[in-house]
């Protein structure tokens, strides 16, 4: 398809994981990226894959990335009511900025 | 911490007015960009620009017009306001250059109301 897709809403509860997933569209693309964004704030970048990577761990993240598939994961374990944002998935594609999803909104209840 | 800030955060504005929204960055990239965010959906790319007297329209077509007469501003420009115009601006910046992951940096965006 032509755009980064992901579903639009997951709820949890307080201490489980998430995982939120994302189709991204261009498997040459290099980077694959995960941003968060809180209520009335721009975007932050939480984490980033490399292309030749399968996956990466920083603390309490983790991100998958399926190139065959085109499919990239980002799992949040021990997930705490400061998690609730909103969560973009994004590719960098040759040549051009980068290209975002729709985002998910995280919502997590104690 | 990022270095890139927008004013006005806020912004309610009557139909045929001009605005302009500002974005500045401390941090010396070459490259910035204005998308567009509406509520439930992608951000979209609206204007770009990779360096001093260069821009580019993005994947979205809009009224809207940039400058980048200095490295640090990017300003954007409505001449008239419509209701179609209401949305969130974000701005963003990132290091020219290969060797950089490409990650964007935004500023926390203005959101324009025009009534």
């Known amino acids: 398809g032509e755009d980064v897709e992901q579903s639009l809403f997951l709820s949890v509860r307080e201490g489980d994981s998430s995982v939120i997933n994302c189709t991204y569209t261009?498997?040459?693309?290099?980077?694959l990226y995960w941003y968060k964004q809180e209520p009335g704030a721009g975007l932050q970048l939480l984490t980033y894959?490399?292309?030749?990577?399968d996956m990466k761990q920083d603390q309490r993240l983790t991100v998958l990335l399926n190139k065959k598939d085109k499919h990239l994961s980002l799992r949040i374990a021990d997930t705490q009511t400061g998690d609730s944002a909103i969560y973009f998935c994004?590719?960098?594609?040759?040549?051009?900025?980068?290209?975002f999803g729709k985002g998910t909104t995280l919502s997590v209840s104690s | 911490e990022a270095d890139i800030y927008q004013t006005p955060r806020y912004l309610v504005i009557g139909t045929g007015k001009k605005i302009t929204l500002e974005c500045s960055q401390t941090?010396?990239?070459?490259?910035m960009y204005w998308y567009q965010q509406d509520p439930g959906m992608e951000l979209h790319l609206i204007h770009y620009?990779?360096?001093?007297?260069?821009?580019e329209k993005g994947d979205l077509s809009s009224e809207s017009t940039v400058s980048r007469i200095r490295t640090e501003h990017f300003p954007l420009t409505l001449e008239s306001a419509r209701p179609s115009h209401t949305s969130q601006y974000l701005c963003?910046?990132?290091?020219?250059?290969?060797?950089?992951?490409?990650?964007?940096?935004f500023g926390e965006g203005s959101r324009l109301t025009v009534l």
């Open positions: 994004a590719e960098r594609k040759a040549g051009t900025a980068l290209i």
């Open positions: 941090m010396g990239h070459d490259k």
């Open positions: 963003a910046s990132s290091p020219a250059g290969s060797a950089n992951t490409g990650e964007l940096f």
């Open positions: 261009d498997s040459s693309s290099t980077y």
């Open positions: 894959i490399f292309s030749n990577m």
């Open positions: 620009s990779y360096g001093v007297n260069s821009t």
